[in-house]
């Protein structure tokens, strides 16, 4: 359903732009309008796919940001102040199209972000319509299902409603599940019970099937819902059915090769930056520029990394501390280079040997990564070391600075997400949301 949505959106985006082309054309033109349609509609569709990819950056189809609120309104206009200054600049800067619009831009700019704010509002109401809702039926109750249920209730554009939650035992009688169904209007059934640990449960649910119900474990609907993987609802076999069946030798070949690329061109960035950084970090505090740490890569393998310093000198003197959200240590211009990425620059080296990947989970250092704590509180942790940590990643992108274990686990339900759907399509979402969070001044 959220793809569905996510589409008719796209889709929406792309009529209301066209439509407002045709409307400037036509109210310049009048009755001559259909001779200057190709004239504008080539280079304007240029254009209409850079504003297209501007509005994916900035998070206009993400559909947790799908609200007539504040925070929306604020996004759209800095994706509309954006996609004014990219139109200006294609037809004023890169005159080869024989068209300079002028007065004709500014008029398809208006036409288009009053079609467009409409249609957004529009949009934005209808989704989260009761009538259109999908109401779900919870069978158990645990922490990831008051976390479900929060997540749904805070986020009702994504389609869902939860209508009731009930004990299985409540439910061993089929005429009493049917009677929820019924009277509930249930089309999704989430269970918490392994369907297969209780024959009981299998038969009613089977039964059920010519009602038109969805059913689906709470793991496969916690995960399609949030992005992220309950390592406390899954056993041993999770990992069986999903991360040994086929190891995406292709994906990861191609990934080598975009790494080196990437390295490439990204390690010619650095050089030419690296002398200002230089004499950044100089001005602002005494020590080395460069800070050298051990990391834990693919397979448990300890590599080091190498990074622009963002801290005062012996900053860890006594032993390896998590680093926190507001840390005293990061120096001011540590604190500019952390947000913008640029710190990490030098890890490029890391990409181009094949320590890292570009996307990929966060690499730890060992002293935390093997340390008791983290391996007693945390299941299946070293489940994120079967790839090849990255530069970012999807629990980079997805869950704020973590300092502590209960921030590790967390990420750690992210990064199970990304190696079980690792992608191209991924790989590419999380490459532009990461240009997003950098743009805002995100960095962590």
Known sequence: MGKVKKVLLFLGDILVIYLALFLMLYFSYYEN????WSQHFYPFSII??????????????????????FDFFITLGRALLINTIIAVTFFYFIPYFGITPKTHLFVDLIIFALLLIIWRQIYNYFIKTPGLLNNILILGQSQETKELVSHIKNHPQL?????KIVDPEEVKILSDLIKIIVKE??????????????????RNLYHC??????????PAFYEKITGKIPVSSIEEIWFLENLMCGRKTFFEGLKRVADIVIAAVGGIITIALTPFVTLLIKLDSPGPIFYHQKRVGQDNKIFNIVKFRTMIQDAEKDGAQWAQKE?????????????????????????FKGDMSFVGPRPERPEFAFSNDLLANIPFYQIRHTIKPGLTGWAQIK???GSSVEDTLQKLQYDLFYIKNRSFILDLSILLRTIKIVLRGGGR
Not at 193 to 202: A, Q
């Open 185 to 202: 209007k249930i089309q999704t059934i989430v269970t918490t019970v392994k369907p297969y640990h209780d024959g009981t449960l299998v």
């Open 399 to 401: 869950y704020p600075y």
């Open 48 to 69: 209409y796919l850079f504003w297209l990819l501007v509005f994916y950056i900035i998070g206009l189809y993400d559909l947790t940001l799908a609200r007539n609120n």
């Open 327 to 351: 840390d005293k240590r990061i120096t001011r211009i540590g604190n500019f280079l952390r947000k913008s990425r640029i710190d990490e620059l030098p890890q490029l080296w890391n990409l």
């Open 159 to 163: 389609g869902y409603r939860v209508k």
């Open 209 to 218: 099937l010519p009602l038109k119900i969805i059913v689906s474990d709470l």
């Open 33 to 36: 309008w259909i001779s200057h």
